[in-house]
């Protein structure tokens, strides 16, 4: 069964104190690994997809790495506004499945 | 820029009565998706729609549920007969797909979500 795992569940820094959020899956052909915010109450927010090991995507404070078995998100120089929680979801190689499998999150609070 | 919206935003039921939570996907969006969120707990998919009809659905979709494009720009999820446990947040999403290199990939883009509280 396709499973993702985040870690930490939560994650306390202060601003400008980097650091990476984790995310292990198993699952049976990967066909896209995808990053979320989600702010409280409201909607996940795109933000990477990563479609093969090796790959690398950026996006101002944010990097999403990938390998054969987890993804790494790593923020550099956190400010508070980066806030949130981050999800992350997978799609696997099922035919013509799109839907995603997501994991339950890292909740990142970044204190000034 | 283009986003998905959803209405309304807060829904509170009894329970047996049916509710109807209604979405606008991106303009240029062919697939369309309902998840929901139990509080606390992880984002969960319930259907995908594709030219017309639905291309998959999950467990929890059982028959209380439908799906609908009444017309070109709304796409609606029917619960007939609400729960307690219905108690949750739906997000409506879109997608079209983006070439990859091992075929294409779907980017999923998330509304704000219809909070339903079944009392």
């Known amino acids: 069964e396709d499973q993702v795992t985040q870690s930490p569940e939560a994650l306390r820094l202060q601003e400008g104190e980097s650091s990476s959020l984790n995310c292990s899956y198993t699952?049976?052909?990967?066909?896209?690994l995808f990053w979320y915010r989600q702010d409280p109450g409201k909607g996940p927010e795109f933000l990477f997809t990563l479609y093969s090991a090796g790959e690398e995507k950026e996006k101002e404070r944010l990097k999403a790495t990938l390998t054969k078995k987890e993804s790494f998100l790593h923020i550099t120089a956190p400010k508070p506004e980066d806030s949130a929680t981050y999800l992350c979801?997978?799609?696997?190689?099922?035919?013509?499945?799109?839907?995603?499998?997501f994991g339950t999150g890292t909740l990142l609070a970044v204190q000034p | 820029e283009p986003e998905v919206t959803q209405t309304p935003s807060h829904q509170v039921t009894q329970m047996g009565q049916e509710v109807i939570l209604r979405c606008v996907p991106i303009s240029n969006h062919l697939y369309f998706y309902w998840y929901r969120q139990i509080l606390g707990q992880k984002v969960e998919f319930l259907v995908s729609?594709?030219?017309?009809?639905?291309?998959?659905k999950s467990e929890i979709f059982d028959d209380q549920f439908s799906v609908e494009r009444p017309d070109g720009s709304n796409f609606t999820l029917k619960i007939r007969s609400t729960k307690l446990e219905d108690s949750a947040m739906y997000f409506c999403?879109?997608?079209?797909?983006?070439?990859?290199?091992?075929?294409?990939?779907?980017?999923?883009?998330f509304g704000p979500g219809t909070r339903l509280t079944v009392t």
């Open positions: 699952v049976s052909g990967l066909r896209g």
């Open positions: 979801a997978v799609r696997h190689n099922g035919g013509a499945t799109n839907k995603l499998i």
């Open positions: 729609f594709y030219n017309n009809e639905i291309s998959e």
């Open positions: 999403a879109s997608s079209v797909w983006v070439a990859g290199r091992r075929g294409p990939v779907y980017e999923q883009y």
